[in-house]
């Protein structure tokens, strides 16, 4: 018998090892396919009016898991909000809070004084906390309606149930009761049926406001009979299921019924003509006797105007970017700031290292608040000098300036993405407040 050479030997070993290796990927590959290929498991039945997100997260753990991550506070250099130690109450229970806006800026006591506003405004913290914020801001003390509820809380099933399977009947019953009388009938903040379908988890808009609003929108561009969960495309509902709530909103008539402004379409002075062709008002100043408009949120108007809807990014893209599992792709739940994710949020479509797109967003942002800090100083200036002339002769047109430029101000302070989600339309709409401020104050200098 021949003696094998150590040459020989070496190579039957590496020969071993390679073909190991490669059953050991092999196994890897069909195991990551298979894991793949099953990314959940029904564990239980989702009933269609099913509001608690844990029973949900028996079927998608790994999307609950990221859901119950929004109790954190992490800042970005220009937004989110951090964790403030209090001492409980019997009237506010909370241990924490975020910082006050009020504050931070004590210019927004001017800007709101005479509505509630100027009482209690804080920095925004994440959907977790977006029921008890609500519930125990100082805002309450003037009474509140129910129709605050429809986007602090999930209340797809308590307007089903209290429209006896209607949802409008039940949205309108809803707005109609005073605040803490409606929260009895929720149970939950933003949860897993106020956008998904249980039965096949597609995406659905269950707010009647925007149904009708986005109708309404629709309209004034030539589409007429819209409607959004039938005709909508799936790229569409990443944007229409967060828009439920991000938006500019009023309260209808003394039904208080939960109102966007959209019949002239999407811009401020769009929302700004539809109030004022109904001479609607939030609140009188105390001050100046203006009649006053205050904005809300409005990320998905002004997201609406910018670059990234033009190119068909979402919400969703930037805030719930995609993300792996091990083998398995699932869309983050854990609802935040891209700039805590800008490797998933943004390199997907710019080739751009993260430090370089960050700054990148940064840099927007200071020069959006510089131009923000100009016209609310302005804004400010021109509440005390109208203060102080109440018995000018043209004293209704100095309060128009006043009513207008505010609302202008407030539309883009109020949206949450400090300029990003649109730059120029934001500084567009500083710059029309500041021309309306410069009017005033020429009128003011003109005793006549």
């Not at 006591?109 to 906390?129: L, M, N, Q």
């Not at 602090?152 to 803490?180: C, Q």
């Amino acid at each position: 018998m021949k003696k094998l050479k150590p040459t020989h030997i070496m190579g039957f070993i590496i020969s071993a090892a390679i073909c190991s290796a490669c059953f050991v990927l092999a196994l890897n590959v069909l195991e990551k396919k298979n894991e793949a290929k099953y990314n959940n498991f029904k564990v239980k039945n989702i009933d269609a009016l099913e509001d608690d997100p844990a029973v949900w997260g028996m079927n998608y753990p790994l999307q609950y898991e990221d859901y119950l991550k929004t109790v954190d506070q992490e800042r970005t250099k220009h937004g989110g909000s951090e964790s403030i130690p209090r001492t409980p109450t019997n009237n506010d229970p909370r241990a924490k809070v975020s910082q006050s806006k009020l504050v931070e800026d004590p210019r927004l006591v001017t800007i709101w004084e005479g509505y509630a506003f100027s009482k209690d405004f804080r920095e925004e913290r994440g959907h977790a906390f977006m029921l008890e914020d609500q519930l125990y801001t100082l805002r309450q003390k003037v009474g509140q309606p129910g129709t605050c509820i429809n986007c602090h809380a999930s209340t797809y099933k308590a307007m089903m149930t209290l429209g006896n399977g209607n949802l409008e009947d039940g949205f309108h019953k809803l707005n109609k009761m005073p605040y803490f009388e409606a929260s009895k009938h929720v149970k939950h903040p933003v949860s897993c049926i106020d956008c998904h379908d249980s039965a096949n988890m597609n995406l659905k808009v269950t707010r009647p406001a925007f149904i009708t609003g986005i109708k309404s929108f629709k309209k004034s561009i030539g589409i007429k009979d819209y409607e959004v969960n039938k005709m909508a495309t799936r790229a569409e509902m990443r944007v229409f299921v967060c828009a439920q709530c991000h938006v500019e909103y009023y309260f209808k008539g003394n039904e208080k019924t939960l109102t966007y402004p959209w019949d002239n379409g999407l811009k401020a002075e769009d929302s700004l003509k539809y109030y004022n062709d109904m001479k609607f008002a939030d609140w009188t100043h105390k001050k100046t006797g203006a009649k006053l408009l205050k904005a809300q949120h409005p990320e998905y108007e002004l997201y609406s105007q910018g670059i990234h809807a033009k190119s068909g990014a979402s919400c969703v893209d930037c805030h719930m970017p995609y993300k792996k599992v091990g083998a398995i792709k699932i869309t983050d739940h854990h609802v935040n700031s891209p700039l805590l994710k800008v490797g998933a949020s943004c390199r997907t479509c710019h080739n751009k290292s993260e430090n370089e797109l960050e700054a990148r967003v940064v840099s927007i942002q200071e020069k959006h608040l510089e131009m923000r800090d100009i016209v609310m100083d302005a804004l400010v200036s021109y509440i005390q000098k109208l203060s102080n002339n109440q018995n000018h002769p043209r004293i209704e047109k100095l309060r128009e300036y006043h009513r207008n430029a505010q609302y202008y101000l407030d539309f883009i302070e109020a949206e949450n993405s400090s300029g990003f989600h649109a730059p120029q339309e934001a500084a567009r709409v500083l710059m029309k407040s500041m021309d309306l401020i410069r009017k005033g104050e020429d009128l003011l200098s003109k005793q006549q």
